[in-house]
Nanobody, 123 residues
Framework: QAQLVESGGGLVQAGGSLRLSCAAS????????MGWFRQAPGAEREFVAA???????YYADSMKGRFTISRDNAKNTVYLQMNSLKPEDTAVYYC?????????????????WGQGTQVTVSS
């Protein structure tokens, strides 16, 4: 069973940047597809970005050009670099490990989830 631990959240002013990290253990990381989701208060958990085992990346439209997902297989870690942050990016950000190569924008494609890290963007 995979364990995922996010870190790097915090409070930042609008226009600022944060880098989230997700350390994975318990499964062979190299061949797993990984994703980031976020959930704002009162909202559904939504897709942010995903990276496949082969390095292919996918982004939600509203994050394209601002967020970058990457992975370091040697460290069993996936990252989310977030630039030009907006107050509407305020949410709990979750890392997840997928069990499929398809529909990586869907929560149902993921089996293992981290506990989340809070990102707050002030205006």
């Amino acid at each position: 069973q995979a364990q995922l631990v996010e870190s790097g959240g915090g409070l930042v002013q609008a226009g600022g940047s944060l880098r989230l990290s997700c350390a994975a253990s318990g499964h062979t990381f190299t061949f797993n597809n990984m994703g980031w989701f976020r959930q704002a208060p009162g909202a559904e958990r939504e897709f942010v970005a995903a990276i496949m085992w082969n390095g292919n990346t996918y982004y939600a439209d509203s994050m394209k050009g601002r967020f970058t997902i990457s992975r370091d297989n040697a460290k069993n870690t996936v990252y989310l670099q977030m630039n030009s942050l907006k107050p509407e990016d305020t949410a709990v950000y979750y890392c997840a490990q997928a069990i499929t190569d398809r529909y990586l924008e869907s929560r149902s494609s993921y089996k293992y989830w981290g506990q989340g890290t809070q990102v707050t963007v002030s205006s």
